[in-house]
């Protein structure tokens, strides 16, 4: 048996035991873990292209709704020396599969104290530092409105200006959705939709979609303003889009 061998088979069963802790912490409570399985390689590239795109520049990152750590695996060998990564995740044993995934992460090899675990929620993370790359990985379309409304007012809060927050939303959610949700379950997702759609109208500066993803996905980039949000006047449509 040889390296690659070893090392491909290593991938598989890590690749299966958080697809199966994925299936476990959904039957536990979808509406915090969002998803029943890892986000893929596509997916990961997709967000995290802002720090590629701002290399070999020192960045403070932030990965917000970590989970198994499928997007901070493809993150953190982008890190570049004197650049920063906290890792926000409120679920206790997403967050400590994270600590270990850091701990053992050849990249991090004399590099203490680069990358931080914090178990919290986004909205309650004690911090004055301001981010260049917000990356979410937050389950938003199964929150409350109000609840999407106060994590991306923090977000903002926490993005240098000119910095940029990456985000996800699955492709067909809305019309799966409407076929099966309770009035009362189609009327909260309709009002997320009115959240994100007025801070992408705001806010976007590019949209892509990753059909490599098991479901395929949208990939938001927003930027927080150089200026104050009272002094800006209203894009075009065009860079709406």
């Not at 020192?58 to 917000?64: H, I, T």
């Not at 990564?85 to 090899?109: K, M, Q, T, W, Y």
């Not at 076929?179 to 309709?190: D, Q, T």
Request: aromatic share 6%.
């Amino acid at each position: 048996m040889n390296d690659w061998t070893t090392s491909h088979d290593r991938v598989l069963a890590q690749r299966h035991a958080e697809g199966w802790m994925f299936l476990i912490e959904a039957a536990r409570d979808l509406r915090t873990t969002g998803a029943i399985a890892p986000s893929g390689k596509a997916l990961a590239r997709a967000l995290t292209a802002p720090i590629r795109i701002q290399s070999p520049h020192p960045l403070a990152v932030l990965e917000a709704g970590a989970g198994t750590g499928a997007v901070t695996r493809a993150l953190i060998p982008q890190l570049s020396r004197g650049s920063c990564l906290d890792i926000v995740e409120a679920n206790p044993r997403f967050a400590a599969r994270l600590d270990r995934l850091v701990a053992a992460h050849p990249s991090l090899s004399g590099r203490s104290g680069q990358v931080a675990v914090h178990q919290s929620y986004v909205e309650e993370l004690d911090t004055t530092r301001r981010y260049d790359v917000i990356v979410s990985g937050l389950p938003l379309t199964n929150f409350r409105p109000e609840q999407v409304e106060r994590i991306m007012t923090r977000y903002m809060e926490l993005l240098h200006p000119g910095g940029t927050l990456t985000y996800f939303a699955y492709l067909g959610t809305r019309r799966a959705r409407s076929l099966a949700a309770s009035r009362a379950e189609s009327r909260r997702h309709a009002a997320v939709d009115e959240v994100m759609t007025a801070y992408q109208r705001a806010y976007a500066t590019g949209r892509w979609t990753v059909w490599g993803n098991l479901p395929p996905a949208h990939v938001w980039h927003l930027q927080r303003p150089l200026v104050r949000a009272d002094r800006l006047e209203e894009k075009p449509d065009e860079a709406r889009r």
